[in-house]
């Protein structure tokens, strides 16, 4: 059994920042690629960014240059750290994690920016 428990949403005003966490916890040898993906009202979700094991990133044009994820893989945790956070960034951000074949996903955790 695997879980991942995402930490760190919340509700910020725009400009402000946000740092999100994901821990992955139970029967895991290695986790290879982890990264964020987000669902806002009535869209898809989408890739937000990922990281490989090996520290290797890709980013959504739409976060280039904000957001920034990092990973420690001693404590199989990936972060996001987001910054100059937008109204179109409101959404649930989701952790994915990939253990050898399968891919495995947190709970969810909303993020709003408002003023």
């Known amino acids: 059994q695997v879980q991942l428990v995402e930490s760190g949403g919340g509700l910020v005003q725009p400009g402000g920042s946000l740092r999100l966490s994901c821990a992955a916890s139970g029967n895991i040898f290695s986790v290879s690629e982890m990264g964020w993906y987000r669902q806002a009202p009535v869209k898809q979700r989408e890739l937000v960014a990922a990281?490989?094991?090996?520290?290797?990133?890709n980013y959504a044009d739409s976060v280039k240059g904000r957001f920034t994820i990092s990973r420690d893989n001693a404590k199989n945790t990936v972060y996001l750290q987001m910054n100059s956070l937008k109204p179109e960034d409101t959404a649930v951000y989701y952790c994915h994690a990939q253990i050898m074949t399968s891919g495995y996903w947190g709970q969810g955790t909303q993020v709003t920016v408002s003023s």
């Open positions: 990281i490989t094991r090996g520290g290797s990133t």
